[in-house]
Nanobody
Framework: QVQLLESGGGVVQAGGSLRLSCAAS????????MGWFRRAPGKEREFVAF????????DYADSVNGRFTISRDNAKNTVYLQMNSLKPEDTAVYYC????????????????????WGQGTQVTVSS
């Protein structure tokens, strides 16, 4: 069993930066895929980024590509999401997720691919 705990959310002005952390308790194998998703008010949960735990291969949604960076620290069992040049439309609850197997680029963007989810952390970007 894996438990995920997000932190680092808050309120920031447009153009600012935040770094989200996702600490995993339990054993994370090199085959795991770690993802970040978000849900804005009145919208469906959407893919933000994923990283393959073993290889470090990462991918991003078009809306955040070039502004957000996902990374992992194997020793700390922690995944990070560095968010720069934030926009009001980035306002959402951000969720960390873990999938037990490596997925395809398309598959790793789907919420159904992931086995474990955190409770979420609120990010609010003011204009």
């Amino acid at each position: 069993q894996v438990q995920l705990l997000e932190s680092g959310g808050g309120v920031v002005q447009a153009g600012g930066s935040l770094r989200l952390s996702c600490a995993a308790s339990g054993w994370i194998f090199s085959t795991y895929t770690m993802g970040w998703f978000r849900r804005a008010p009145g919208k469906e949960r959407e893919f933000v980024a994923f990283v393959q735990w073993g290889s470090g291969t990462a991918d991003y949604a078009d809306s955040v590509n070039g502004r957000f960076t996902i990374s992992r620290d194997n020793a700390k069992n922690t995944v990070y999401l560095q968010m720069n040049s934030l926009k009001p439309e980035d306002t959402a609850v951000y969720y960390c997720a873990a999938g037990r197997v490596p997925g395809s680029r398309a598959g790793s963007r789907a919420t159904g691919f992931y086995d474990y989810w955190g409770q979420g952390t609120q990010v609010t970007v003011s204009s």
